[in-house]
């Protein structure tokens, strides 16, 4: 269809939250390569203008949103009060979910060494972790994800773009816990795999 890049931006403005490229390869009787080609020249065009609000990237899809160098101008409008920024506490145990998911309310206690009750309720409230299913284990606990919200605030597409650990923005005996708890992971990973193959290659009786 001519102009899809315009139909594209009045999709995005209409839906305020992310759309899959598929779904709108779909809708628009277009591959995923023309919309991510059109994207990329709204992007541009916004870049050029210097354009009120701007296309990001999240989970395979996209959202358009205000720029941020205009939030304080748009919160001043909107009447809106800013929100208490997270704690330390609360930081840590983002960071832990976010590295760590699916995780549970207890592994993140055992990681940090102390309650965190009000640190999961918190970020659940703010829409930054959700709830994914339950681990099947005794009590069957919940077991927690990041969200969409989250790599929007944090500017990621996926969380695999998640930055490598950086231990220092963690106090010094959650972080060693926190690394310990993933090499432990990979290394059962590891042996998992070593497992595997030493089936496959043991010779038949």
Do not use: W
Request: aromatic share 6%; charged share 30%.
């Amino acid at each position: 269809m001519d102009n899809i890049k315009y139909a594209i931006e009045g999709i995005l403005f209409a839906a305020g939250e992310p759309v899959k490229a598929s779904k709108l390869a779909v809708v628009l009787d277009s591959t995923v390569d023309e919309i991510k080609d059109a994207v990329e020249e709204l992007k541009a065009e916004y870049e050029r203008d210097k354009r009120g609000f701007n296309i990001i990237d999240i989970l395979e899809g996209y959202q358009i949103c205000s720029r941020p160098e205009y939030y304080t101008y748009i919160q001043e409008i909107l009447g809106e009060q800013r929100n208490q920024p997270l704690s330390n506490a609360a930081m840590e145990a983002l960071a832990i979910i976010a590295y760590k998911q699916p995780i549970t309310r207890g592994q993140i206690e055992h990681i940090r060494g102390v309650n965190s009750d009000g640190c999961v309720n918190r970020l659940y409230e703010r829409g930054l972790i959700e709830e994914r299913g339950r681990l099947d284990a005794p009590g069957r606990p919940i077991l927690y994800v990041t969200t969409e919200t989250f790599l929007r605030c944090f500017g990621l597409k996926n969380p695999k773009d998640l930055p490598p650990l950086d231990l220092s923005r963690l106090n010094l005996e959650s972080a060693q816990g926190m690394q310990l708890e993933i090499n432990e992971d990979n290394a059962e990973k590891r042996e998992e795999e070593g497992d595997r193959t030493s089936e496959i290659n043991e010779p038949e009786e």
